[in-house]
């Protein structure tokens, strides 16, 4: 969790091969899952929001594939985790 505005985005440019000023909101866990920090491009910048838990862990979905919604990250900084949820299947337009 050391790593500042341009190791973060160098992480996401070479290994996840985004690019890290898209708008994306991209989170990194420490290996405790104990801090989380949050990189995102805003209109002129990098901008990053950390939080560190003083009790407990960050949990992520199971079957996230490294993708979350908003819905999910919302879970995820209250501290709920969304290994047990199970989402509804919602209508959607076909492709």
């Known amino acids: 969790m050391r790593k500042g505005f341009d190791g973060l985005a160098g992480i996401v440019r070479d290994e996840l091969s985004e690019d890290p000023m898209n708008g994306t909101l991209f989170i990194f866990l420490s290996r405790s899952r104990e801090k989380l ?17 003083e009790r407990g ?3 992520l979905p199971a079957e996230a594939g490294g993708v979350i919604g908003m819905s999910e990250l919302a879970l995820l900084l209250d501290g709920v985790s969304v290994r047990v ?3 509804s299947a919602r209508w959607a337009r076909a492709a």
């Open 37 to 53: 920090k949050a990189l995102y491009w805003d209109r002129d910048g990098y901008a990053i929001w950390s939080k560190r838990l």
């Open 57 to 59: 862990r960050f949990a």
């Open 85 to 87: 949820l199970k989402r």
